[in-house]
């Protein structure tokens, strides 16, 4: 890698907070959407994981966002001032 110029970006090899964030994001899908439904089929959950990730981004404010949705957050970042 090193020849590639390519830096690793956490502190360290499988250190346990590497994955924290998304790891948290997985429990809530399981448990708001997975564990609780029944999918007929393999299409059928794909279209309800879908649906969560775009509910989850556009419509669902987040407390560590002072309450904002994570693409409000996104796209402002790309509005001039």
């Known amino acids: 890698?090193?020849?590639l110029h390519i830096r690793q970006s956490m502190d360290g090899k499988s250190r346990w907070a590497d994955n924290i964030m998304i790891e948290r994001w997985f429990r809530s899908l399981k448990t708001e959407l997975i564990y609780i439904n029944e999918f007929r089929s393999p299409r059928e959950l794909r279209q309800s994981?879908?649906?969560?990730i775009d509910d989850y981004n556009r419509l669902r404010p987040h407390e560590a966002l002072n309450y904002a949705t994570p693409d409000a957050v996104y796209y402002a970042s790309f509005r001039v001032a």
């Open 1 to 3: 890698m090193k020849g």
């Open 49 to 52: 994981i879908r649906s969560y």
